[in-house]
C-alpha cells in the first residue's frame, strides 16, 4: 500500500482498520469503508481491465458513478468499483472483454416498499444540506438522499478555505469542515429523514421516484422534489483521450482528499478555471508534482488569486494552450501540447511535450437536469438548486440551496415567513463570476507594520475584513464583491494573513529594522518542510523571483487552521513585492523532445461504445443533426454511462460543422439514469 498518503498539511492520518482482499487472486489490503478503486490505485493497480472493443485498457474517469470505465467483477457482478466497498475476503476481478452474465437463479417477485414524502431532496451536498437545514426548521416532513457513505458532496473533497462572506457562507472555512458543519445541523431536525449510499434512478410518469436505498429498491411519492444532485465533468477530445490514467479532477480530488490516496507522481493539468487551479493545489499539497496546466483562453477562467497561487508554487500556466495528443502505450506516459489560435485550432510548430503519469480534465462541468427535466415530465412540482440549477462556487450553491428551502417550505405551509429581498441580492452576489483586475496600490508607508493586500480581482469574498480587530481592513464599496484596503492601525495579529482563501495578504513589519523590515507569509504546503534557517526563493504576485531569502521564524499555531506563517528578512525595495517562495523546482517541468502526427481522427467521443469523432463527423457533414440517428448507427451513447460523457461531445461537434443549436434533435434519455442490476425491481433488492 505504498500509494497511500502519510502526511498532509491539512487532513487528519487517522488509524483504519485493514481490510483484505484480492485482486485477480493476489491479496491486497484496502481499509474499512473503502471504495474498491481507491483501495486498487493505493496498491499501485491503475488497469481495471480492458475494453471488448479493442482492448484498450480501462481505468477511472469520474469516480463518482456516473461512467462505468472502471468496471470490476465483484463476486462474479460486474460493479463499478468507485461505488463498491471494500469488504473482507471479497473476491475482485479484472474485466476482460464481455463480462459473463451471472448465474443467479430465479427472483421472487415480492412486495416494494412505497413511501409518502412532502419533499424529496435529490443530494446532500452543499445546497441539499442548506434547503434541508431550513425545511427542518419549519418542520416539513423531508427525506433527503446521496449516492455517498458520508454528507456533504463536492465539500468532502476541498481542503482550501472558502471565499465568500463569513455571515452566509463561511468564508475563511475550509471546505471540508464546512460539509461536516452542515451534515450535523440537519440531524438535529427529526422531520428530516436522510438516506445515505442511496441512489435515485428515475422519476416515473405516475410521480413517484424509484431509489435504491442501502442495495433495497424503495419507490417515494413526494409532493414536491428538489433537484441538488450536483454536475459532471465534461470531457475532452484529443488524440489519445482513451488512454488510462485521463480522469476528471473531481476523481483525483476523491483518491487524495477523500482516502488520502496518492494516484500520482506526475501530474499534469488540463483547464484554468476554478476546478483546475485548486485540483493542482491539492496535488502540491498531496506531494505529487505538478508538471504544467493549459488552458485554451488568453487567460485563466478561474479566480486570479487560485492561478497566481499555482504560479507563485512553481507551476508553469500556458495560457492559449490546449492538449495535443496523449502519449502511451495502455497508459498515458506524457503529453503533448501546443498553442492555439483564435479559432481553437493548433499552431504548428509551437508543441510541447512533457512526461507525466496522469492527465486531468477539468474543462467545465454540466448540470444533472435529468431529475429536474423528468419530473417536469412527470408533473411534479420541481425544483433545482446549486450546480443542478446553474455552475456556480459552492458558496454560491448553499445560498441558493437556502433560498430554495425557504420557498419549498412556503409552498407546502403558507404561514412561513417570506423569503427577505436581502436574501435574494446576496446570491446574485455569491454566483457572480470574477469581475475587473486592477493594478497593484501598495501604500507608500515604511514604518510600523501593515498588511499588504495582493488581492487585485473583483471576486465575492470579504474574511479579511470581518477578521480584522480594528476594523482598518475595509470594502469600499460592495461588501463582498469590492477589492480590500487597509486604512488605520494595524497590530500584527496575523489574522488576515491567515484568513485570506486566496493567500493574498502579507505583513510587512519595520518597527525592528527599517532597512530590512520582516515579511510574514502565508503558507498551507508542510509537507514541503520549511525550517527556521531554510533558504527559500522568494517570489512576487506573478511567480517571478525575487531573491533568496533565510526563513527566520515559523508560527504554527491551532488558530490559524492549519495556516503556517513564515517570517523572514528582506530589503525594503522589494518587502513589499514578495507574497511567497517556490516550493517545485524548474527541472519537474522541463520539457522532452515532440515526435507529433496532425490528425484527429483518433478522438474518442465515446469511451463506452469505442466510438470517435470521425464516425460522428461523417453522419454529420451527410446531414444527420439528430443525436438519437447517431446513436442508433454508431451506438454513441448506449453503453453504461448512458450519454452522460458523449452527449456534450457530439453537440459540440454539431456545432463545430455548422449545426445551429435549434437544429439539433437532442437525445431521448432512457430510463432509468443509472444501471441497476433487474433482480432489484423484483424483489427490493432482498435477494
Not at 463480462?99 to 416498499?113: D, N, Y
Amino acid at each position: 500500500m505504498g500509494n497511500r498518503i502519510i502526511e498532509h498539511p491539512i487532513l487528519p492520518i487517522l488509524e483504519r482498520e485493514k481490510i483484505p482482499f484480492y485482486w485477480n487472486g493476489t491479496k491486497y489490503f484496502g481499509f474499512k469503508n473503502e471504495m474498491i478503486s481507491s483501495a486498487l490505485f493505493a496498491n499501485g493497480i491503475k488497469v481495471f481491465g480492458h475494453h471488448h472493443k479493442g482492448g484498450s485498457a480501462q481505468g477511472i474517469f469520474c469516480a463518482n458513478g456516473q461512467c462505468a470505465k472502471c468496471s470490476v467483477i465483484v463476486d462474479g457482478v460486474l460493479m463499478k468499483s468507485c461505488m463498491t466497498i471494500v469488504k473482507p475476503e471479497m473476491k475482485v476481478e479484472s474485466v476482460e472483454g464481455l463480462p459473463k452474465l451471472p448465474q443467479t437463479g430465479k427472483h421472487k417477485i415480492s412486495e416494494i416498499e412505497e413511501l409518502e414524502y412532502d419533499v424529496l431532496i435529490i443530494g446532500g451536498g452543499p445546497a441539499g444540506l442548506s434547503a434541508a437545514i431550513q425545511l427542518g426548521k419549519h418542520k416539513i416532513k423531508t427525506l433527503l438522499i446521496d449516492d455517498k457513505g458520508e454528507l456533504g458532496g463536492k465539500l468532502v473533497l476541498q481542503t482550501h478555505k472558502f471565499f465568500g462572506s463569513q455571515e452566509d457562507s463561511f468564508a475563511g472555512t475550509r471546505g471540508n469542515e464546512i460539509g461536516k458543519k452542515l451534515a450535523q445541523q440537519i440531524t438535529e431536525f427529526p422531520e428530516i429523514t436522510i438516506w445515505k449510499n442511496s441512489t435515485a434512478l428515475f422519476v416515473f410518469k405516475d410521480k413517484k421516484v424509484g431509489i435504491l436505498n442501502n442495495d433495497i429498491y424503495k419507490l417515494v411519492k413526494p409532493k414536491i422534489i428538489l433537484n441538488a444532485a450536483g454536475a459532471r465533468e465534461k470531457f475532452l477530445r484529443f488524440k489519445g483521450n482513451s488512454l488510462a490514467g485521463i480522469y476528471g479532477a473531481g476523481a483525483f480530488q476523491t483518491l487524495v482528499n477523500r482516502d488520502l490516496v496518492r494516484p500520482t507522481k506526475r501530474l499534469f493539468i488540463v483547464g484554468g478555471g476554478n476546478v483546475g487551479l485548486i485540483a493542482g493545489y491539492h496535488a502540491l499539497q498531496a506531494g505529487i508534482e505538478v508538471v504544467g496546466l493549459v488552458e485554451a483562453m488568453p487567460k485563466c477562467g478561474g479566480y486570479k488569486v487560485h492561478a497566481d497561487k499555482l504560479a507563485r508554487l512553481g507551476v508553469p500556466i500556458y495560457t492559449s494552450h490546449s492538449v495535443l495528443q496523449a502519449n502511451g502505450k495502455e497508459t498515458i506516459e506524457s503529453v503533448t501540447i501546443s498553442q492555439i489560435d483564435d479559432k481553437f485550432n493548433p499552431v504548428k510548430g509551437t508543441e510541447k511535450t512533457f512526461d507525466c503519469d496522469t492527465l486531468l480534465i477539468a474543462v467545465g462541468l454540466e448540470s444533472v437536469s435529468e431529475f429536474t427535466d423528468e419530473a417536469e415530465t412527470a408533473g411534479i412540482r420541481v425544483l433545482s438548486a446549486g450546480d443542478a440549477k446553474e455552475i456556480a462556487e459552492a458558496s454560491s450553491a448553499m445560498f441558493n440551496g437556502k433560498i430554495a428551502g425557504l420557498k419549498i417550505a412556503k409552498e407546502i405551509d403558507p404561514n412561513v415567513e417570506k423569503i427577505p429581498q436581502s436574501w435574494f441580492d446576496k446570491a446574485e452576489i455569491l454566483k457572480k463570476e470574477a469581475g475587473k483586475t486592477y493594478d497593484y496600490n501598495i501604500t507608500e508607508i515604511e514604518e510600523g507594520i501593515l498588511p499588504i493586500i495582493h488581492c487585485l480581482q473583483e471576486i465575492p469574498c470579504n474574511p479579511c475584513s470581518t477578521v480584522c480587530p480594528t476594523n482598518s481592513i475595509f470594502m469600499k464599496g460592495d461588501p463582498i464583491m469590492d477589492l480590500p484596503h487597509f486604512e488605520g492601525k494595524c497590530i500584527g495579529c496575523g489574522k488576515c494573513v491567515a484568513v485570506c482563501p486566496g493567500l493574498a495578504i502579507t505583513l510587512v513589519d519595520y518597527r525592528k529594522n527599517a532597512e530590512n523590515p520582516t515579511v510574514t507569509l502565508p503558507y498551507e504546503i508542510s509537507n514541503h518542510k520549511v525550517l527556521v534557517g531554510d533558504e527559500v526563493r522568494c517570489v512576487d504576485i506573478d511567480g517571478k523571483e525575487l531573491g533568496t531569502f533565510s526563513v527566520t521564524q515559523i508560527l504554527d499555531v491551532k488558530v490559524n487552521n492549519r495556516t503556517q506563517l513564515i517570517k523572514l528578512k528582506a530589503h525594503k525595495n522589494i518587502a513589499k513585492k514578495i507574497v511567497s517562495f517556490q516550493i517545485q523546482k524548474a527541472e519537474v517541468s522541463q520539457q522532452k523532445e515532440t515526435e507529433i502526427q496532425h490528425t484527429s481522427d483518433e478522438e474518442m467521443v465515446c469511451l463506452c461504445e469505442r466510438v470517435t469523432a470521425k464516425d460522428v463527423r461523417d453522419l454529420v457533414r451527410n446531414g444527420v443533426s439528430d443525436i438519437n440517428q447517431i446513436k442508433a448507427i454508431t451506438r454513441a451513447g448506449m453503453g453504461p454511462c448512458g450519454a452522460k460523457s458523449c452527449d456534450n461531445l457530439i453537440k459540440q461537434i454539431l456545432r463545430r460543422e455548422g449545426v445551429p443549436n435549434e437544429e439539433i434533435e437532442p437525445n431521448t434519455r432512457r430510463p432509468v439514469f443509472v444501471e441497476v442490476p433487474l433482480g432489484k425491481f423484483a424483489d427490493g433488492g432482498k435477494i
